[in-house]
Every structure is written in C-alpha cells, then in structure tokens.
C-alpha cells in the first residue's frame, strides 16, 4: 500500500513592489526593513522571505521586489491584514510605491 504525504495547509500571500522612479533609496530601504520586521510583530505570519527581481526576461512589467508570506489559513491572512502593525507599515508606501500586485493561493503539491 503507498504512503500518503501529508501535506501541511499552506496559504502564500506574495506582494510585488515596484517604486517610483524619483523614489528616495533610503525610503525604499526603510520599507523594505519595515516589511522584514512584520513577522516578528505579527503571529499569524508562518514564514516570510523576500527577493529582487533578477529575470533576464524583462517580464517584470516594473515590478523589482517580491515578498512572499505564509500562513495556515485564511483568516490568520486577514488578521495580518487588519493589523495595526501591517497597517502602519502600508502608510509608509504611498510616495515611493509607484506599482504593486498580491497574489495569494492554497499551495498544491
């Protein structure tokens, strides 16, 4: 008889940024450190990890940055939404984010 895996419930919540082009780099970095420092502020957050876009593709559409979060279930995602930790975190945004999508899905193995 085979083995079933057991595959733990996963929800990613990934986040593409891409910042305006007269974005101050330190504000950029700021937000960047902001956003890494969420999972130690925020318990519903599994995992989080974080990367520049290095594609030779050029299919970025100006995207640079993604960071993918991870979480059980869908209502610890809409905690981390609402949280005010988050929410502080997004006001830091607005004058240097000049694009940003979110994907969010069930892992499937």
Same mark, same amino acid.
């Given at each position: 008889?085979?083995?079933? =895996?057991?595959?733990?419930?996963? =929800? !990613? @919540?990934?986040? #593409?940024?891409?910042?305006?082009? %007269?974005?101050?780099?330190?504000?950029?970095? %700021?937000?960047?450190?902001?956003?890494?420092?969420?999972?130690?502020?925020?318990?519903?957050?599994?995992?989080?990890?974080?990367?520049?876009?290095?594609?030779?593709?050029?299919?970025?559409?100006?995207?640079?940055?993604?960071?993918? =979060?991870?979480?059980?279930?869908?209502?610890? !995602?809409?905690?981390? #939404?609402? @949280?005010?930790? @988050?929410?502080?975190?997004?006001?830091? #945004?607005?004058?240097? =984010?000049?694009?940003?999508?979110?994907?969010?899905?069930?892992? !499937?193995?």
């Amino acid at each position: 008889m085979a083995k079933q =895996l057991t595959v733990e419930k996963e =929800l !990613r @919540h990934v986040v #593409l940024f891409g910042w305006k082009a %007269n974005a101050n780099k330190d504000s950029i970095e %700021n937000a960047i450190k902001a956003f890494g420092e969420l999972p130690e502020q925020i318990k519903t957050i599994k995992n989080y990890e974080w990367g520049e876009n290095n594609s030779p593709e050029k299919l970025n559409q100006g995207l640079t940055h993604c960071f993918v =979060l991870t979480f059980s279930s869908e209502k610890d !995602r809409n905690d981390y #939404l609402v @949280h005010p930790t @988050h929410i502080a975190f997004t006001k830091l #945004l607005p004058n240097i =984010l000049d694009k940003v999508t979110v994907v969010d899905y069930w892992i !499937r193995k």
